[in-house]
């Protein structure tokens, strides 16, 4: 098409104009135009380059990250796993397992998203599944955020109908819908969009632009029991449009299925106190 189109430019065009307006003979006509046409052709070619370059970069890149977080993930599993299957593990071993998710999920999506990025674990203070009613508590965070943890925020009530995120996420579960996953990439000046952490900061302002939640729930289920939210995996990004749907809550599903298990077994432990397990140094 190229070709075609050019020579029919060639003939039509350029020779005649190059003739007419800057005297050119019909033979320095045809070298010039044919000259114009090679550089216009080669000029093609450089732009094909730099597009293809710039994908192929770009998948490189991506490859690179979900590769790395394929890996830590499976450190992250292990050591979870290796909890799970050991009974004589205490809260503490519980605990560190939970703090390895945060921190390597924290790394997963600080590339991710290229910027600052925060990751928390929320649980019920009572009863072993999340409710419109209930209340949650923050079961653990990645350790450069552990500060957010103020008096203020644990003497707050964090209920599911004052958190959008947590509401629209329990709807999804209640619901059966297929992405359970909830993102927010502007939360600051959104309107409607609520957060009872914000008495926690000045003027109401949250440390954070952009959200990215997932209820801690089976990707398979057999029966409705399994249906049952056992809380909420929480990402945040200083970034504004930091989340992408598809591949970032894709990450978050599959480590809300692989600690469901856990983390229902910790929620269905009696508590009297409603006290987190303490964090190991």
């Not at 914000?198 to 057999?222: A, F, M, Q, R």
């Not at 990402?235 to 504004?240: M, Y």
């Amino acid at each position: 098409w190229f070709i075609t189109a050019g020579l029919g430019i060639l003939t039509s065009v350029l020779i005649p104009f190059g003739e007419e307006v800057w005297k050119w003979n019909y033979v320095n006509a045809l070298k010039y135009t044919a000259l114009i046409f090679f550089i216009v052709y080669l000029l093609r070619f450089v732009v094909i380059a730099l597009k293809e370059s710039i994908k192929y970069f770009h998948s490189v890149y991506q490859e690179s990250v979900y590769g790395e977080a394929i890996i830590l993930l499976k450190h992250s599993f292990a050591e979870a796993h290796f909890y799970r299957k050991t009974p004589e593990f205490n809260n503490e071993d519980f605990m560190r397992s939970m703090i390895v998710f945060c921190n390597n999920l924290k790394k997963i999506y600080d590339r991710i998203t290229k910027v600052d990025c925060s990751v928390s674990i929320k649980v019920p203070v009572k009863g072993s599944r999340v409710d419109a009613q209930t209340l949650l508590k923050n079961l653990t965070r990645d350790k450069d955020h552990v500060s957010r943890d103020t008096k203020i925020y644990e003497s707050t009530n964090h209920t599911i109908l004052g958190n959008s995120a947590f509401s629209n996420c329990l709807d999804s579960v209640l619901k059966g819908n297929k992405e359970k996953f909830y993102i927010n990439n502007d939360v600051n000046q959104e309107k409607n969009y609520l957060n009872s952490s914000k008495v926690c900061y000045n003027d109401g302002i949250l440390p954070y632009n952009s959200e990215l939640v997932h209820p801690i729930v089976p990707l398979k289920t057999v029966d409705n029991k399994n249906f049952d939210c056992h809380g909420f995996i929480c990402v945040d990004s200083t970034k504004s449009n930091a989340f992408q749907s598809k591949y970032d809550s894709a990450i978050l599903e599959g480590v809300a299925d692989g600690i469901y298990d856990i983390i229902e077994q910790l929620n269905s432990q009696p508590n009297v106190n409603n006290s987190k397990p303490k964090i190991p140094n």
